[in-house]
């Protein structure tokens, strides 16, 4: 059974930083691929970074240069360091995995969620 954890989240003031941890059980076994997620109030959920099993990242235009994603495949799990946080990075933050078979994505789980709130 797959499972995903969210936290790390709080109150923080704008330019500060937080760390979100993603623990996982059940999906570093297969192939995958992880990511951060986001939802602020009224809009849609986008990507704000993902990672490959082989490492390779991407990055949502918003949060280049102050977000950082990185996995450690022996505690598997999955993080986001972020720094110079503005107000507009507050949202709901949810980590995705995506299980691969092959080429295929066979599955898509997600997290329960974890707030963040900059305030100016």
């Known amino acids: 059974q797959v499972q995903l954890v969210e936290s790390g989240g709080g109150l923080v003031q704008a330019g500060g930083s937080l760390r979100l941890s993603c623990a996982t059980s059940?999906?570093?076994?297969?192939?995958?691929?992880m990511a951060w997620y986001r939802q602020a109030p009224g809009k849609s959920r986008e990507m704000v970074a993902t990672?490959?099993?082989?490492?390779?990242?991407r990055y949502a235009d918003s949060v280049k240069g102050r977000f950082t994603i990185s996995r450690d495949n022996a505690n598997e799990s999955v993080y986001l360091q972020m720094n110079s946080l503005k107000p507009e990075d507050t949202a709901v933050y949810y980590c995705?995995?995506?299980?691969?078979?092959?080429?295929?994505?066979?599955?898509?789980?997600w997290g329960q969620g974890t707030q963040v709130t900059v305030s100016a």
């Open positions: 995705k995995a995506e299980l691969f078979s092959g080429l295929v994505v066979e599955s898509t789980h």
């Open positions: 990672i490959n099993n082989r490492g390779v990242k």
């Open positions: 059940g999906v570093f076994k297969y192939g995958n691929a």
